[in-house]
C-alpha cells in the first residue's frame, strides 16, 4: 500500500484508507482478544507481558462486551510497542550481531 496517495483518484484512496481501516481492525482486536483472556486467567502475567498496569488490566478483565467492542472498532492503532526501540533497530539492521532478541522456540 503506497504512503502517497494524494496523486490517486479519490475512489481508490478509498479503498486504501478502508483497507487500512480493516486491517488495523484486526491488529486491535488479537491484540485486545489475547490480553483480555490473559487478563481473566492471570492478571499479573498479563500485566508484564502487555506492559500494562495493573489497574488497566483489571479493567479490561472486567469491562462489558459492548465497552470492549467500542474499543476494539477504534481506527487507530491501540497500543505502540513496548520493546526497546533502538535494539529493534540493531536487530532488523545487523540481525547477526544484535544481542538479547533470540527467536522464540514454540515448539514445546
Not at 490480553?35 to 481473566?40: N, P
Not at 488490566?57 to 465497552?67: K, R
Amino acid at each position: 500500500m503506497s504512503i502517497h496517495t494524494k496523486s490517486l483518484p479519490q475512489h481508490i484512496r478509498f479503498e486504501e484508507q478502508e483497507i487500512l481501516d480493516a486491517d488495523i481492525l484486526r491488529l486491535n482486536s488479537v491484540y485486545f482478544l489475547k490480553l483480555r483472556e490473559m487478563a481473566k486467567e492471570d492478571p499479573q502475567t498479563a500485566s508484564v507481558i502487555f506492559g500494562c498496569k495493573p489497574e488497566l488490566v483489571q479493567a479490561i478483565a472486567e469491562a462489558s462486551v459492548d465497552t470492549y467492542q467500542s474499543i476494539i472498532s477504534a481506527v487507530v492503532v491501540q497500543f505502540k510497542p513496548s520493546f526497546d526501540q533502538s535494539l529493534m533497530i540493531d536487530q532488523l539492521k545487523s540481525p547477526s550481531d544484535a544481542k538479547g532478541l533470540e527467536p522464540v522456540n514454540n515448539s514445546v
